[in-house]
């Protein structure tokens, strides 16, 4: 496997990681008492946390094996992939408005890594 195919593997799962880790913390939050550091008691927070530490940590060994000018924007995707998982696993319906920002932000993506795609060098 090619180093810029890995790193954008790394960045698609790193991606995948922050948007469950957002999810997972905003369900922590809204089910949680109104009191100060009463998320931190819960073992669902310190799972979004490890999430987040993991998409940290692969988005930091994609650039080992890519240029930053394609890892940083594939981080974008985190937004495009809280939209689907967030209607999966917490059964929220997006509206319309939130796939076409979706697709408008993926479409971005495409012509940003289009424009700056290249030798890396």
């Not at 009463?38 to 940290?56: D, I, T």
């Amino acid at each position: 496997m090619g180093a810029l195919v890995l790193s954008v593997l790394l960045c698609l799962v790193s991606a995948v990681a922050y948007a469950g880790g957002a999810i997972v913390q905003e369900r922590v939050a809204q089910s949680t008492p109104d009191r100060p550091y009463a998320p931190l008691r819960r073992p669902a927070w310190w799972a979004a946390v490890a999430l987040n530490c993991l998409g940290a940590l692969l988005h930091v060994v994609a650039l080992a094996y890519g240029p930053l000018s394609l890892v940083q924007p594939l981080g974008a995707l985190t937004i495009v992939f809280a939209l689907p998982m967030a209607a999966v696993f917490v059964h929220r319906r997006a509206g319309a408005a939130a796939w076409r920002g979706a697709v408008l932000a993926t479409v971005g993506l495409a012509g940003l890594l289009a424009l700056t795609g290249g030798d890396g060098g």
